[in-house]
T-cell receptor, first 115, second 109 residues
Framework: DGGITQSPKYLFRKEGQNVTLSCEQN?????MYWYRQDPGQGLRLIYY???????QKGDIAEGYSVSREKKESFPLTVTSAQKNPTAFYLC??????????????FGPGTRLTVL | GQNIDQPTEMTATEGAIVQINCTYQ??????LFWYQQHAGEAPTFLSY??LDGLEEKGRFSSFLSRSKGYSYLLLKELQMKDSASYLC??????????WGAGTKLIIKP
């Protein structure tokens, strides 16, 4: 069945280590997104990609990197430069980007804790 | 700046009706989304409004007033499983979603 998968669900890392969060979708969606969710705050956009081999910075891209080598996959790397990486990370996809009625569908999320 | 306001928390009784309000200020407007998010899980899509008026979908309805920058989500015949956070998000002129912090809805028996 179609959907978005994120792995792992929980991730623990030591401070100073880079870590890569996986996001895969089999919905044949063109656009993919990474958000960060912190308690008491709205979702904040980290990066988004409208097509393969292209991606754009969101509001809080510093300390993060992404790649989009395949339509189905949009991994996010949290680098050691990210000052406060502990958060709930959500990946989403939509059929196209920049279309008002195009709903974003979310993966189950990865909770990253940096010790 | 761009801003979405919604109440932090609301409490309602099983079987009752609750209205969750959302006001928005965005540079341009291309519609408003409501999502439901259970604790520790992904947001799931509930509704999208771009024209003024009320859209009904079963027990859930969503209303939009573009002139007032205002929307609400109406939940009828509340069930315990409706306990969740409800996220309001507005689509700005660049088709970027601006998210509210969410309203945590607590349902009591």
């Amino acid at each position: 069945d179609g959907g978005i998968t994120q792995s792992p669900k929980y991730l623990f890392r030591k401070e100073g280590q880079n870590v890569t969060l996986s996001c895969e979708q089999n919905l044949n969606h063109d656009a993919m997104y990474w958000y960060r969710q912190d308690p008491g705050q709205g979702l904040r956009l980290i990066y988004y990609s409208q097509i393969v081999n292209d991606f754009q910075k969101g509001d809080i891209a510093e300390g993060y990197s992404v790649s989009r080598e395949k339509k189905e996959s949009f991994p996010l790397t949290v680098t050691s430069a990210q000052k406060n990486p502990t958060a709930f990370y959500l990946c989403a996809s939509s059929r196209v980007a920049g279309a008002g009625t195009d709903t974003q569908y979310f993966g189950p999320g990865t909770r990253l804790t940096v010790l | 700046g761009q801003n979405i306001d919604q109440p932090t928390e609301m409490t309602a009784t099983e079987g009752a009706i609750v209205q969750i309000n959302c006001t928005y200020q965005t540079s341009g407007f291309n519609g408003l989304f409501w999502y439901q998010q259970h604790a520790g899980e992904a947001p799931t899509f509930l509704s999208y409004n771009v024209l003024d008026g009320l859209e009904e979908k079963g027990r859930f309805s969503s209303f939009l007033s573009r002139s007032k920058g205002y929307s609400y989500l109406l939940l009828k015949e509340l069930q315990m499983k409706d306990s969740a956070s409800y996220l309001c998000a507005a689509l700005d002129s660049n088709y970027q979603l601006i998210w509210g912090a969410g309203t945590k809805l607590i349902i009591k028996p």
